[in-house]
């Protein structure tokens, strides 16, 4: 099933991706994966945004802790099993570091959430549990870490597709100030609207640009894909870590600074209480303990609906007419492991007449083409790539590369219409910085020894036996299963229409929060590519035909402030001469005197 492989490594200048794109606007219609598989498209560095991390202070509001004792914070929601129950998380007190401290007592503080419809009195209650977890340093000396008391609440009996408000603590303590969520549609009748995705967070003014620009496109569901908090980058003591710069699940740091965690859950909430949150573990979140024991603040601070994988590390879920799997790159994979056995059952009982759209997420990308953790996942897609081809996976989500990539649709590194859509949006903010140098480039592809796994029993990343890179580890030129990639910040958002189209638009920290920057239709083809468990096929749908469309798209002055984002910072002063008029995109200039690119 696989096509001809092409590749081709073109530097689009600015000027040229602009003509693409006023092409697109003006026309009203996005490209579709029907039109692909497309030409590879690297996006020149805007420099500007380019250069050293600031990470925010902790010492100011929306970080630092309630006054209030056992005031509820770092609330933050996440799906169960079913459309109609959700999970209310929060933590009440005050954490504890060092060796001999008094721990709070869960059950001293009640795990209330009382609930109703929008605009109702919010007489129901549902009633949870509370528990503390320990990170115990690996090393002697080091300051022991205890949480403050975590609290989480199942509410059940929702309504499908509903806007509900909601309060949570402690009654005859203290409670929360009134929060707002809508419930997931139900698997036959509806999509969320706006799922938003992104990875890579940290805690830095990218960071805040991001889930700023996030909350102001109101997403009904956020996708965290790994690389939460960087915890891990500090020592015991807060201050930054010797092996801030180590990357790799082997290179695993001896200390992290756990109140980190609290001072991320805190700046989250504004989305988190909000917006349900489904989150997967990436190498950042491995933190070893003292025992050997790992991921213990990521298992403790997000509730999923684990019960049938038996793991935090990997679980699904369905959010209406889309099923979830969210896999686990740092536990075993391999076709013996608990993990693979029951993605195997998983995928066996997706019913694709109730849930068409089949999407999967892990950290770590197969289909990166970055320097940064160059083929690092390699021996997990040996193992579970072909089930997922399998089942028909319609797109994939990644982060750990901070970047911006999206695939044409690939599997086995051969181009194929029935492969996955493969995206990496791992740049969410980070605490390091953007990944500029690809390894298809001159002097920059990694020596392939040194890419080892754990869970396979070493090495998988074996040269390329066929294709244009054939005898190598790497590409010499962009290769043609990677369609766009670009070194920014930002985050997207998948817009699920119906059983075939879904919309997915990348946007760009130094753009307009309604800009997108990359925005392609995925489409499914059922009838083409059937799953074992496939449904009924195209409803016949058309881009680009309907009337809720990307926000800024529909008007020429929003479509002028699509133009200008596209430009690098320093060419948007010679843009001023573009203007767009009912439809007809018209140059009357393009200076761009200062512009380093040619086209």
């Not at 081709?8 to 003509?19: E, K, T, Y």
């Not at 190498?283 to 684990?306: G, L, P, V």
């Not at 686990?328 to 391999?334: E, K, L, N, Q, R």
């Amino acid at each position: 099933m696989g096509l001809a492989m092409e590749s081709s490594n073109r530097i689009v200048p600015s000027f040229l991706i602009l003509l693409s794109f006023i092409f697109v606007v003006v026309n009203g219609q996005f490209p579709t994966t029907l039109e692909g598989p497309f030409k590879p498209v690297t996006v020149p560095v805007d420099y500007a945004i380019v250069g050293k991390v600031t990470r925010l202070p902790v010492n100011k509001n929306p970080i630092i802790r309630p006054t209030i004792e056992f005031q509820p914070e770092q609330i933050s929601l996440s799906l169960s099993s079913n459309f109609s129950s959700v999970w209310v998380s929060w933590i009440a007190g005050e954490f504890q570091i060092g060796d001999n401290v008094e721990l709070l007592d869960p059950q001293s503080v009640a795990s209330v959430v009382r609930y109703g419809v929008y605009r109702s009195d919010r007489n129901n209650q549902a009633v949870g549990t509370s528990f503390v977890y320990s990170q115990q340093y690996p090393i002697g000396g080091l300051e022991n870490y205890t949480s403050g008391i975590i609290h989480r609440v199942l509410i059940t009996g929702l309504e499908p597709d509903t806007m509900y408000e909601y309060q949570c603590g402690d009654p005859n303590k203290t409670m929360s100030d009134v929060h707002y969520f809508r419930t997931m549609p139900s698997p036959l009748e509806d999509y969320p609207s706006r799922i938003a995705v992104v990875g890579g967070l940290g805690l830095t003014y990218n960071t805040s640009t991001t889930i700023s620009h996030m909350v102001a496109n109101h997403p009904d569901l956020a996708l965290l894909v790994g690389d939460l908090s960087f915890a891990d980058l500090y020592r015991t003591d807060g201050a930054l870590s010797d092996c801030q710069n180590c990357s790799g699940p082997q290179t695993l740091r001896q200390e992290t600074f756990q109140p980190r965690w609290d001072h991320w859950g805190r700046f989250m909430q504004i989305l988190t209480a909000t917006v349900p949150t489904m989150v997967i573990e990436g190498e950042h979140e491995i933190e070893k303990q003292a025992d050997n024991q790992t991921f213990a603040a990521y298992s403790s601070r997000f509730a999923s609906t684990h019960d049938e994988s038996g793991s935090t590390l990997y679980y699904s879920f369905d959010a209406g007419g889309i099923h979830f799997v969210m896999l686990g790159a740092y536990v075993p994979y391999d076709k013996s492991s608990d993990q693979y056995k029951w993605l195997e059952r998983d995928l066996s009982n997706v019913n694709r007449s109730v849930t068409p759209w089949l999407i999967a997420a892990w950290s770590p990308p197969w289909y990166s083409t970055y320097k940064e953790h160059y083929r690092e996942a390699e021996c997990m897609r040996v193992e579970m790539e072909e089930l997922l081809y399998k089942h028909g996976v319609d797109t994939v989500f990644n982060g750990q590369v901070n970047a911006y990539e999206r695939s044409n649709r690939v599997y086995n590194y051969t181009l194929d219409p029935c492969g996955p859509v493969h995206i990496t949006v791992g740049s969410g903010g980070n605490e390091k910085n953007l990944a500029l140098e690809h390894a298809d480039e001159p002097g920059n592809c990694p020596v392939s020894s040194n890419i080892t796994d754990g869970f396979m029993g070493g090495f998988c990343g074996f040269n390329f036996t066929s294709g244009p890179a054939a005898g190598n580890f790497c590409w010499n030129e962009q290769p043609g299963y990677s369609a766009y990639r670009e070194s920014s910040f930002g985050y997207g958002i998948l817009e699920v229409k119906n059983q075939t189209h879904a919309l997915w638009i990348w946007y760009r920290n130094q753009d307009h929060y309604s800009s997108g920057a990359d925005v392609i239709y995925i489409v499914r083809q059922p009838d083409r590519c059937p799953s074992p468990t496939e449904g009924v096929g195209s409803t016949g749908f058309m881009p680009g035909k309907e009337t809720r469309e990307v926000q800024l798209h529909n008007t020429q002055e929003k479509a002028y402030m699509i133009i200008l984002n596209r430009l690098p910072t320093k060419d948007r002063l010679g843009a001023f001469g573009i203007q767009v008029e009912r439809g007809c995109a018209l140059w009357e200039a393009y200076a761009g005197a200062d512009s380093d690119y040619s086209g």
